[in-house]
């Protein structure tokens, strides 16, 4: 069972009520992980979830070079892995933990189960996915932006 402050505090249950975040309390478990373990592989199956308690968490990519990049650093309160709880496609990016971390971790067949068990629950939560998943789109797109504007002005010079 997670703590109720730690999942209260998380943009993705931001709205929810104390019945809801007990609910989702009891289906979360916690993980520790080292400094430097890999928590899941890119093009690996995914099927959790996870919000960071304590420590940081690297997400990365692997480039056709071979060369990994980094695409962002999370923190606490942070939630990454989301994906996996909707679909069934291979990660699309890799986790390490860049400093001991705890996390929380709920699986898609938990998570499933408690929108189904809660429908009102489940409408709350896919908002508030939705609402990571706009942030980081418009991250990305401002990043491709900022990217296209160097490049371009790299081919004047």
Known sequence: MADLAALKNSHLFQDL??????????????????????????NMPGEMLYLIREGTVRI?????????????????????????ILDTAPRSATARA?????????????????????PRLGLKLMRNIIRVFSRRIREN?????????????????
């Not at 860049?98 to 809660?118: G, H, P, S, T, Y």
């Not at 797109?141 to 010079?157: H, P, Q, V, Y």
């Open 17 to 42: 009520d104390e019945n809801e975040l007990g609910a989702l309390s009891r289906v979360f478990h916690e993980m520790e992980m080292a400094e430097g373990a890999t928590i899941f592989i890119e």
């Open 60 to 84: 990365s990519k692997m480039l056709a070079e071979g060369q990994e990049k980094t695409l962002v650093i999370l923190g606490p309160e942070d939630v990454f892995g989301e994906m996996a």
């Open 98 to 118: 860049v400093e001991k971390a705890r996390l929380l971790c709920i699986k898609k067949q938990d998570f499933e189960a408690v929108c189904d068990q809660n």
């Open 141 to 157: 797109n401002d990043e491709f932006r900022d990217m296209l504007i160097w490049s371009l002005g790299k081919r004047k010079a």
